[in-house]
Structure formats: C-alpha cells, structure tokens
C-alpha cells in the first residue's frame, strides 16, 4: 500500500520567511503525489501535483514542490510566507496507477501557523 | 462550473432518524468519492463511484449507504448513526480517465454532522 508521512504536525513561521513542509512517500511504483490546503471549515483545494512529468512543480498561490525520487520526498516550498497562508496542508498519493477513480491517501497534515 | 456542491452545510440528527448528504458537480466528472475527516484528522475514503457504479467500499458501517442516481449526483443515506459519527463529511469528484493522466480530484466545502 502507498502512504505518505509528514513531518511536523504544527510548523510556525513569521509573514515574509520560507515555508517549508515535509512530505515522504512510500510507494514501490512510481507514484502520484498532490498537496492540499484545507482553511477552517472548508473543504480541500488543490495546491499541485506530481505526475512525473517535471521533478519541479510550481503551484497555485506561490508554492512549489520539488520530487526527489533518491531521498523519497515531496516536500512543500513558499519563498514568502503570508498571513493568509495560515491553514492545514495534506500531502497525499494517489492509492492505484492514479489514472483510474482511485482515492487518495492523505498524510496527517501540517499545520501552518504565520506570525505576524 | 468547477463546482462541488455539498448541501445541507450543517446538520444535527438523533440515533433513531434517517438523513441524507446530497453532492452534485457539473464538470462531466465520471468518478465521485465520500470521505469523512474528524476534527484534526486527515480524510478518510468512504467510498467511490466510477460510472455510477461502487468500486470501493472502505469497508463502512451499513448505517451509511450511498447511492449514484446518475453522474451528477452523489447521496450519502444515514440511519442510525451513532455519536462518534459525528464529523465533517466531505465530496470530491475527477475526471476517471486513465488517459488524463493523474487523477485530481476536487472536493466539496463538506457537510458537518452532529450526532446526538
């Protein structure tokens, strides 16, 4: 079965500092990997994804992730963190091939808090 | 419409009632999930629609029952619930096409339920 582990339940950052979020994957074929943000009492949007294409993926709202397959990471970059980046953030895998109606599998989730 | 649209946004019900979740989406989407997130938890897979039909039931409680009645609209059926059913249940559709390549799913703002 194909997971992924989060580092961090909670990371704190200040407004204008690098967001870093870590994400590692388990998966003996080469899987597809998303980023989610859920705000308060919403439901989950799409950040971006890895579908082998390029190992460098460039997301909505000024996040990238960068895929190393050598080190089995996914992890969640922002150069500028903003206070309306306060949220909680999913990495997740594709459960199948990823083609198909599979679901997701969905890591524990980070935390972001920004400080002011 | 890049729309899922979840309704009621909130509801209460006893042991004893019987309720339904409603989700629809107008994206052409072929496959329609249900998953339910506790509080501070991940998503969890409930179970999944691919052409109207169930392909993955995660192996839930009878008390919840779903039902496809075309490509547009997903139900969730619920009787008597039990207390830790309680949580925020959440709908997501994708396109269902090995071809399209990684299969993003786009979730609903989810409908929060109390079970008292």
């Known amino acids: 079965a194909q997971s992924v582990t989060q580092l961090g339940s909670h990371v704190s950052v200040s407004e204008g500092a690098l967001v870093l979020l870590r994400c590692n994957y388990s998966?003996?074929?080469?899987?597809?990997l998303f980023w989610y943000v859920q705000y308060p009492n919403q439901g989950l949007q799409l950040l971006l994804k890895y579908t082998s294409a390029a190992t460098l993926v460039k997301g909505i709202n000024g996040f990238e992730a960068e895929f190393k397959k050598s080190e089995t990471s996914f992890h969640l970059t922002k150069p500028s963190a903003h206070m309306s980046d306060a949220a909680e953030y999913f990495c997740a895998v594709s459960e199948g091939s990823g083609g198909g109606a599979d679901g997701l599998t969905f890591g524990k989730g980070t935390h972001l808090i920004i400080q002011p | 419409d890049t729309e899922v649209t979840q309704t009621p946004k909130h509801l209460v019900m006893g042991m004893t009632n019987k309720k339904s979740l409603k989700c629809e989406q107008h994206?052409?989407?072929?496959?329609m999930y249900w998953y339910k997130q506790k509080a501070k938890k991940p998503p969890e897979l409930m179970f999944v629609y691919s052409y109207e039909k169930l392909s993955i039931n995660e192996s839930v409680p009878s008390r919840f029952s779903p039902e496809c009645p075309n490509s547009s609209l997903l139900n969730l059926h619920l009787h008597a619930l039990q207390p830790e059913d309680s949580a925020l249940y959440l709908c997501a559709s994708s396109q269902d096409s090995i071809i399209s390549g990684a299969n993003v799913l786009t979730f609903g703002a989810g409908s929060r339920l109390t079970v008292l």
């Open positions: 998966s003996s074929v080469p899987p597809y």
């Open positions: 994206m052409g989407h072929r496959a």
